[in-house]
C-alpha cells in the first residue's frame, strides 16, 4: 500500500506541473496573438449567416441626413472570405464592396475606414461602422434579421 500512496502522489505532480505549464503557455500569448484572435473570430462572426438590412447614413452639421440603403427588401449581403461583401439584389444582380478588417474595432468597407461601434463577438444580429471625417459622419448599420 505504501507503493501506491507514493505513485498517487506522483501522478498529481505531473498533473499539478502539467497544468502549470499550460497556463503559463497561455498567458505569455502577446497582446498581438489575442487581437488577431478576436479579429479572426470578429469575421467569421460576419461571415456567417447573410446581412438583410443595411443603410448607410451621412450626416453634417445644420443639414439633413442623407440615407441611402445598400441592402433592402428580397436583398442581403454577404462578406465572403476573399475580401468583398457581395448585395445580391432581388432582381439577380450583384454589387460587391471590398472590405478587410485590420482589427476587431476598424473595417475598412469600401476604402474608407471606420470604427466597429459594437462588440461584434458579444452581438451577431447588428453591428454599426462609423466613420467621422472633416465634420461629415458617415455610419453604416448591418441587421439580421
Same mark, same amino acid.
Given at each position: 500500500?505504501?507503493?501506491?500512496?507514493?505513485?498517487?502522489?506522483?501522478?498529481?505532480?505531473?498533473?499539478?506541473?502539467?497544468?502549470?505549464?499550460?497556463?503559463?503557455?497561455?498567458?505569455?500569448?502577446?497582446?498581438?496573438?489575442?487581437?488577431?484572435?478576436?479579429?479572426?473570430?470578429?469575421?467569421?462572426?460576419?461571415?456567417?449567416?447573410?446581412?438583410?438590412?443595411?443603410?448607410?447614413?451621412?450626416?453634417?452639421?445644420?443639414?439633413?441626413?442623407?440615407?441611402?440603403?445598400?441592402? %433592402?427588401? %428580397?436583398?442581403?449581403?454577404?462578406?465572403?472570405?476573399?475580401?468583398?461583401?457581395?448585395? #445580391?439584389?432581388?432582381? %439577380?444582380?450583384?454589387?460587391? #464592396?471590398? #472590405?478587410?478588417?485590420?482589427?476587431?474595432?476598424?473595417?475598412?468597407?469600401?476604402?474608407?475606414? #471606420?470604427?466597429?461601434?459594437?462588440?461584434?463577438?458579444?452581438?451577431?444580429?447588428?453591428?454599426?461602422?462609423?466613420?467621422?471625417?472633416?465634420?461629415?459622419?458617415?455610419?453604416?448599420?448591418?441587421?439580421?434579421?
Amino acid at each position: 500500500m505504501k507503493d501506491m500512496r507514493g505513485l498517487t502522489w506522483t501522478i498529481k505532480n505531473w498533473l499539478v506541473l502539467l497544468v502549470g505549464v499550460a497556463t503559463l503557455a497561455l498567458v505569455s500569448c502577446s497582446e498581438e496573438t489575442v487581437d488577431n484572435i478576436e479579429r479572426d473570430t470578429a469575421l467569421n462572426i460576419i461571415r456567417a449567416n447573410k446581412w438583410f438590412d443595411v443603410v448607410k447614413t451621412t450626416s453634417v452639421a445644420g443639414q439633413a441626413d442623407v440615407t441611402e440603403v445598400l441592402v %433592402g427588401d %428580397g436583398e442581403n449581403l454577404e462578406f465572403r472570405s476573399n475580401g468583398y461583401a457581395y448585395v #445580391y439584389g432581388a432582381n %439577380g444582380s450583384t454589387e460587391s #464592396y471590398p #472590405y478587410h478588417m485590420p482589427s476587431n474595432k476598424k473595417m475598412v468597407f469600401d476604402g474608407v475606414e #471606420y470604427d466597429v461601434q459594437e462588440n461584434i463577438i458579444q452581438t451577431v444580429a447588428r453591428f454599426t461602422l462609423v466613420n467621422t471625417t472633416s465634420g461629415i459622419t458617415t455610419t453604416i448599420t448591418f441587421r439580421r434579421r
